[in-house]
């Protein structure tokens, strides 16, 4: 079976460095708020490029707290998009907020600058835009709305550590960038983990403050905060794999490239990499409008696969008020195309043959 990812052959390659980091905080016996996460925050915040950097439990709670720390709740509105894993959207409405959807762009998947325009209100507080996939959404002209309506921008850099945006790395455009390392991300941990990245001073403070029970000394609540810490055993993992991150992200550029040459003559649409930004494959995304049947075919030949993602939030169960008030036609369309396909640092180039050879020979 080709896998999907392979967690394995990444630890082996850092097995011995993983257990010393661990070994040298179960030496330390200290587990929370230690001198792991401090490295680990300015390590981080510096390959982005940020002044500050806050651990905290995951991404979901970086985008939590990304409203929170910013005075977004009841009554105020924030732009973001359907098309993403609905941890975006849950960010928002567990505020009090309300999302407010805009459609994607057809060849990037990511948010669409050109339709946030005229969905800005009164009432409209942030951008919660997202580098889908590992893709970069394209900033500049959010930067320039963001500026002239006096709105915040938050970066849904989950699936994005390392990706760039005309030579600026992803996640340290905005007011604020929120990262996840599950374990399957590009920098992923043995766990749930997550940080904010911000050059605002203030900020950085106030969320501080609201990852660890609002409070600035111990049992001196100055407001009502959350739990969200990123343990010292996570962090030191990260330590370890962030110095392999770059090699990693390059060897995923090249088995996309492959990909796309391979698939070239076919009717498969394969991922675009905008010249403004530098896509490190989170996860590599082809379209078909015979998606349901190549799933059948690649799974018989134990092919793994996934569809990330097959319901837009807007269409949900849980986010059922917004069926039929938006109008998302690329979105509601590209859902029964999409197919992620198998992709990591070391997958090889004869897997990536016999997974294009078989989409070639279905096709």
């Known amino acids: 079976m080709i896998l999907f990812a392979n967690f394995k052959k990444a630890y082996e390659k850092i097995k011995e460095e993983i257990q010393e980091a661990i070994d040298r905080v179960l030496e330390r016996q200290?587990?929370?708020?230690?001198?792991?996460?401090?490295?680990?925050?300015?390590?981080?915040?510096?390959?982005?490029?940020?002044?500050?950097?806050?651990?905290?439990?995951?991404?979901?709670?970086?985008?939590?707290?990304?409203?929170?720390?910013?005075?977004?709740?009841?009554?105020?509105?924030?732009?973001?998009?359907?098309?993403?894993?609905?941890?975006?959207?849950d960010a928002i409405t567990r505020c009090g907020a309300k999302p407010v959807f805009v459609d994607i762009e057809e060849d990037t998947y990511n948010i669409d600058p050109y339709k946030i325009e005229k969905m800005i209100t009164n009432e409209t507080k942030a951008i919660m835009l997202v580098h889908l996939y590992g893709n970069s959404a394209d900033m500049d002209p959010i930067l320039e709305i963001a500026d002239k309506y006096n709105l915040i921008i938050i970066e849904d850099a989950c699936q994005a550590h390392g990706t760039e945006y005309k030579g600026k790395k992803v996640g340290g455009i905005g007011d604020v960038g929120c990262f996840s390392f599950y374990p399957s991300k590009n920098l992923g941990a043995y766990g749930d983990a997550g940080m904010l990245l911000t050059d605002n001073g203030d900020l950085a403070l106030n969320l501080r403050q609201y990852r660890n029970y609002g409070q600035k000394k111990r049992y001196y609540h100055d407001f009502i905060g959350i739990n969200s810490r990123l343990d010292e055993i996570q962090a030191a993992v990260l330590r370890v794999k962030l110095k392999y991150l770059d090699q990693w992200n390059e060897k995923r550029r090249k088995s996309a490239k492959l990909y796309n040459q391979l698939l070239e003559d076919t009717d498969i649409v394969t991922p675009v990499e905008k010249e403004y930004s530098k896509h490190i494959y989170h996860l590599y995304v082809i379209?078909?409008?015979?998606?349901?049947?190549?799933?059948?075919?690649?799974?018989?030949?134990?092919?793994?696969?996934?569809?990330?993602?097959?319901?837009?939030?807007?269409?949900?169960?849980?986010?059922?008020?917004?069926?039929?008030?938006?109008?998302?036609?690329?979105?509601?369309?590209?859902?029964?195309?999409?197919?992620?396909?198998?992709?990591?640092?070391f997958i090889s180039e004869e897997e990536i043959i016999e997974i294009t050879d078989l989409i070639k020979h279905h096709s």
């Not at 915040?45 to 709740?73: Q, R």
């Not at 015979?290 to 690649?298: A, C, P, T």
């Open 287 to 345: 379209r078909s409008k015979k998606r349901d049947e190549l799933i059948e075919h690649l799974n018989k030949n134990e092919i793994q696969t996934y569809i990330h993602y097959p319901i837009p939030v807007h269409l949900s169960k849980a986010y059922s008020k917004y069926k039929g008030k938006y109008k998302l036609p690329i979105t509601e369309t590209i859902v029964n195309e999409i197919l992620s396909l198998p992709m990591h640092p």
């Open 30 to 89: 200290w587990f929370i708020f230690g001198e792991e996460l401090n490295r680990f925050e300015e390590e981080y915040s510096e390959y982005i490029g940020t002044k500050f950097g806050i651990g905290v439990n995951s991404g979901s709670d970086a985008l939590l707290l990304a409203i929170m720390a910013n005075n977004i709740g009841k009554g105020d509105e924030v732009i973001t998009i359907s098309h993403t894993m609905t941890a975006t959207v």
